[in-house]
């Protein structure tokens, strides 16, 4: 038959193509997987100015790293720093130390506000103006005047009488407890003095190789520094270093659960086969999946999210089943049996393999998620591709004459006989009723789990510094914050602060530490010229503070109208965008994202956000036109609860799909392909219950699986013949343990979704193993379709 | 203006030869009471007002705990300064609460007070350069922040005295100047009130 000659070349062409696209794919370096969460939102919640706003908060966060260099004694805390910083020098590609403080600082800051300082007040100030009478302005001034230790104070007393300004810029200056001393940035902590390294990465912090030059040399430089000086302490803190020990443990757990997969299974096979030529086959079919589902993937979207691939690679679970079934055939066949004629005698079988897995991924997409719809995709073309390589290519590369140790084979066949058999008998019953109770139980102590939080897996001594670090420099949130609106930039100030007067209340409770909005700077134009006609008609009149104070002075008249006219030539309105030409914008600037569509936006930040206070602000916003909460955290954790809700209905309405695609070929005994499957992951949910573990997203991706190999197990076992010859049995067995052996050891990964997903797999292919031969028809009954004669 | 002129001269040619200020000389003379209270008359000439602002009042530096000063004419204004707080009362009526948690130069600014009042040059020098003289029982010295920035704010401040410090002047860079002179000083447990005592 010619189409013999030419199916293996058209694959060949087909898979030519693929491996250039994905070749080509992987070198031109498109192949930067999405590692951004919110493009797995559904497409309408996505909001440029929320995106935006997170872009601003979080990327500007994850290119950071800040280093706490701490003594006892100030200077010994400087000496350490400078060797840290010499020891990061050379390499500055990797890392750069921000720019330090030069001494005109200070000036430059302040110029910026000398013509507009009157009407820069505080929140206290701003509420005594309104609110107290001209006399307690003339025991301001005059407390000022006499007062010995004011402090250095950044204007001569007659630029501000009444002490506002200074208020002001001390209050500005308590928005962060780090200070320049000496050229350097300063913070205090206990008996310790700080020097504040502020680095900024010049490599991606996700990016491994980065991250790999990256780890030696701060390891480097902090024992050089703690080296410098008696006590020292260091406190590094940063995204990538998270995500750089992550990285790191992966690549542990590769080397030690990889390896330990890998020998298991090659060592299986070797029993199995005597031959090694196996598994290259079956990782040929699975190879060709994956290049398949990288290239059509890559045209369908236009970025592949990192989840995708992850999910993606557990595909070889599936794909697997494929090969070894057609390999556990041919090892079972008569030798006279052409490999092309086995192959129509189990494609049926292969077919329904594929249809009922793929039902399940085809139901994905139609869940309105983008990120479930990629995986979707790319698992079903993934699935088709190896199947393809199974069909097309396994008949001509494998002959009969190669796969002759039949020794296991039989043992196994002898085996598969002896296995319990599920029945109407009392035995059966009892085990039935046992399981029930299992599942019942276990059922009613299930608990869900979507808190991302859950997920996070930074070894302790990192958590332990982040906190550390975050409660010295009393950091704001980038992950919780307000997101706020308006049709122009005043609009957006005046809101900012009504959200401001609430966060006043809360400051004052002690409930939050503080906020930073770009309204603290630049009062909105309706404030900033309210008060400067208050000032004006309370204060610098004829019978107010200012000439109550000339009197006392033993000043004059011409003092009183030359100062009231030195006060109002600085209180000119100050704008945002003048604000933000002055260097004291520079840490506040993220903070305004301007122009976003047809609106203005920006952000209120907060310090002091913990689990307590998370309810109390969300409330903050409420009632406020164009002010929103955001709060990543609870987003992501609400995203993964939906991806779990959505992809728990899938695995449901997968087995009632599956269930009506079996029956046309099994009629009455579709259940039985079906039951293994769905009781095993009864039993992984009961299991996850009894033992405690909340339910999350990751435990349904793996029932998922579950459900499309339990059933090709299922399927396979249905199709033995009444000449059991056991090799059905002996493929479910090969798949299986190879699954155990790849996925269920991931249930040792410290990693916790990779935990959750593995134990998830360990409990169910186990048990579907175990099961599914008791589903067997019994050789009465036993005479399948297309069944081997 | 000739003697002033001829001053200048003097001083420019004795500065130099001072080097380092004998700082271990000045600690010498210098007593270390415990308690140290006394009287303060205060001089401030300020930019833009003609006529100089004068007031007095006690003042009382105890070791470990910090500075209390008590302006008592024109009116009455107590500020505490203490290892983490600057307390600051308006007659009666408490008028300010300074923690060195909101603002953390607090710690630093107390430190530098209770030096300056106490004469514990030895933590000033971790501050400001020294210059200075000592001999027959007297020093005087001017400090010098090391800082740039902060040398910008504070400006010179000079300090003199015997066995406790007497005089300080505080010349700032925008213009203000201060004078504080110090007398009837008594030291030990006796020379605290206990009105006082009980403001620590």
Known sequence: MSWRRWVPWFWAVVVAAVSFHAGILWWHDRLVPDT????????????????????????????????????????????????????????????????????????????????????????????????????????????KLYSPFAGPQPLAWRDDPFGWFNNWVLARAQETPVRPRAGELFVSAGERHYVVLPLTLQVPAFAVAGQQALMPVLEQARQAAQQAAQRVEIIQGGVVLHAAAAAAQAQREMSTIGIGSLTGILLLIWITFRSFKPIALVALSIAVGCLGALSIASLVFERIHLITLVFGASLIGVAQDYGIYFLCKRLGANEQLDSWRLLRHILPALILTLVTTLIGYFSLVLTPFPGLRQMALFSAVGLIFAWF???????????????????????????????????????????????????????????????????????????????????????????????????????????????????????????????????????????????????????????????????????????????????????????????????????????????????????????????????????????????????????????????????????????????????????QSSWRALAPAALAMLLALALLGIVGQGLQLFHLLALMLLLGIGVDYGIFLQEQGSHDDGTAWLAVTVSAVSTLLSFGLLGFSQTPALRAFGLTMAIGIGAVALIAPCFRRATADAQPPGSLG | MKRKAIAVCLSLMVWPLLGAAPVAEIQAILAKPKVLCGRFDQTKQLAGLKNPLRSSGRFCVVADKGVLWRSLQPFANTVRLTRDEIVQWHGERLAMRLNAKQEPTVRLINTLLFSMLAGDLGQLEKYFDVEGVAGDGAWSVKLKARDAGVAKVIGAIALDGGVYVKNIAIDEAKGDRTRIVFSAIQTGEQAITSEEAALF
Not at chain 1, 37 to 42: G, K, R, S, V
Not at chain 1, 127 to 132: N, T
Not at chain 1, 133 to 138: H, Q, R, T, V
């Open chain 1, 389 to 667: 390589t199974v069909v097309f290519w396994f008949p001509t590369l494998v002959h009969a004459s190669k796969l002759k140790n039949r020794a296991v084979a039989e043992r196994y066949g002898r085996g598969a006989t002896r296995w319990p058999r599920f029945a109407k008998n009392r035995r059966s019953l009892g085990a039935a009723l046992a399981f029930a109770g299992l599942a019942g139980f276990g059922g009613s102590r299930l608990t869900v789990q979507d808190d991302i939080r859950s997920l996070q897996n930074s070894p302790k001594p990192l958590l332990d510094d982040q906190l550390k670090l975050g409660k010295i420099l009393d950091l704001a949130s980038p992950v919780q914050f307000f997101l706020l609106r308006g049709a122009d930039a005043e609009a957006l100030l005046q809101r900012e602060e009504a959200v401001k007067r609430r966060l006043d209340l809360l400051v004052q409770q002690k409930q939050i530490g503080g906020y930073h909005a770009i309204a603290n700077w630049v009062p909105s134009a309706r404030i900033q010229q309210s008060r400067r006609q208050l000032i004006d008609k309370l204060l610098l009149q004829k019978d107010g503070a200012l000439a109550a104070l000339a009197a006392k002075l033993g000043e004059g008249q011409s003092w009183v109208s030359g100062a009231r006219t030195r006060l109002l030539a600085a209180a000119t309105p100050l704008t945002v965008e003048e604000f933000f030409q002055s260097p004291a914008s520079e840490p506040w600037r993220h903070l305004w994202l301007g122009r976003v569509g047809d609106q203005y936006a920006s952000i209120v930040a907060l310090r002091g956000v913990n689990r307590s206070n998370l309810t109390l602000l969300r409330q903050t916003a409420s009632g406020l036109e164009g002010v929103e909460w955001v709060d990543q955290v609870s987003e992501i954790s609400a995203l993964l609860a939906d991806y779990r809700y959505y992809m728990g209905w899938v695995v449901l309405l997968s087995c009632v799909a599956v269930f009506v695609l079996l029956y046309p070929r099994y009629r």
């Open chain 1, 36 to 143: 951004d969460i919110l493009a797995l939102l559904p497409a309408q919640q996505r909001d440029p100015a929320r995106q935006r706003a997170l872009a601003q908060m979080v990327e500007a966060a994850q290119q950071r790293v800040i280093v706490l260099i701490g003594a006892a004694d100030w200077d010994d805390a400087r000496n350490a720093a400078a060797v840290y910083r010499k020891n990061l020098a050379p390499y500055g590609h990797l890392l750069r130390a921000a720019d330090g403080i030069s001494d005109h600082t200070e000036s430059d800051w302040l110029a910026a506000f000398k013509n507009h300082r009157l009407t820069l007040l505080t929140s206290e100030d701003d509420a005594a103006l309104r609110g107290q009478a001209p006399s307690y302005w003339l025991d301001r001034a005059l407390a």
